[in-house]
C-alpha cells in the first residue's frame, strides 16, 4: 500500500521481545553496545551544524523527533542533554516500556504509538532520526517522504541502517544471527537494506541534501563501535532540508 509503512510481521518481531530493551545482557545487546557510538556523533553533529553553546545542556531546546524509537534507548540521552523529545513507534508494546522506563527515571519525553504518515502534529522538528529502522519499513520511499514532512527546513535528519552488500549479508546475517547469536534468527532481511546511493536518491526529491556519510565497524577485540570509512556493512548519514 503506498499510504502504509507499517510491516505487520516487523512489528510483531520486535513487539514480541519489547521488555528486554533495557537489558543490556538481553535481545538488544548489540544496540546498548552501539548506543555510544551513536549518541556522540548525532550530539556533536547537532552541536556543529546548529552552533551550540551550552556546556551542561548542550541539546538545550532542540526539538528531536525519533522514528521508530524502540523502548526509548536514543531518546533518553538526548533528553539528558538538553533536547525536548518526542518518540514514536509503530508497536505499542514499545512504546509502553519506553514510557515506564522514562517515567523511572524522571525524563520529560513524550512518546507515540504512530508511525511518521499518521503522526498528527503542528510542530516542526529541529533534528529527526530515522536509526535502525528503514530496513524495517514498507516502502522506504514513502516512509522517507512522511519523514521529511516533519523537519522543519535547514533541519537535519540522521538515518542509519545497513548496506546491501555480500559483506553485509555476511557479517549482519550469517555472521550476526547464525553464528555468533547476537541477534535472534530473522531479525535482518537482506533484500530489505539500503544502499546509501538509493538512499540520498530517495531523500533528494524531498529536498534533504547530503551532508555527511560515514561507516560504522565493530572492533572484536575492543568490543565497542567506532565511525570507520568503511560502510560496506553499517554506516549512518546526516541530511540537511534545504
Known amino acids: 500500500m503506498k499510504n502504509n509503512t507499517i510491516n505487520k510481521k516487523e512489528i510483531e518481531k520486535f513487539s514480541k521481545i519489547a521488555e528486554e530493551w533495557w537489558d543490556p545482557e538481553g535481545k538488544f545487546k548489540p544496540l546498548h553496545k552501539f548506543n555510544p557510538i551513536r549518541i556522540s556523533y548525532i550530539k556533536n553533529n547537532i552541536i556543529q551544524s546548529f552552533k551550540l553553546k551550552n556546556k551542561n545542556k548542550p541539546l538545550e531546546k532542540v526539538k528531536i523527533l525519533d522514528i521508530g524509537c524502540g523502548g526509548g534507548l536514543l531518546c533518553e540521552p538526548m533528553s539528558r542533554l538538553g533536547a525536548d523529545v518526542v518518540g514514536i513507534d509503530a508497536s505499542d508494546k514499545n512504546i509502553k516500556v519506553a514510557r515506564l522506563h522514562a517515567k523511572k527515571n524522571n525524563l520529560d519525553i513524550t512518546y507515540l504509538c504512530s508511525t511518521p504518515e499518521t503522526f498528527k502534529t503542528d510542530i516542526k522538528f529541529d533534528v529527526i532520526l530515522n536509526m535502525e529502522i528503514v530496513e524495517h ?106
Open 137 to 242: 519499513v514498507e516502502n522506504v520511499d514513502f516512509f522517507l517522504k512522511s519523514s521529511s514532512e516533519l523537519l522543519r527546513k535547514n533541519g537535519m535528519m540522521f538515518v542509519a541502517t545497513l548496506n546491501r552488500t555480500l559483506k553485509s549479508y555476511l557479517f549482519a546475517i550469517i555472521g550476526a544471527e547464525y553464528i555468533l547469536n547476537w541477534l535472534p534468527i530473522g531479525t535482518h532481511e537482506w533484500e530489505k537494506f539500503v544502499k546509501p546511493q538509493d538512499l540520498t536518491n530517495i531523500l533528494k526529491k524531498y529536498k534533504l541534501n547530503l551532508e555527511s556519510l560515514d561507516g560504522m565497524k565493530y572492533n572484536l577485540f575492543k568490543d565497542e563501535w567506532a565511525v570507520s570509512k568503511d560502510m560496506s556493512i553499517n554506516y549512518i548519514s546526516k541530511f540537511i532540508k534545504s
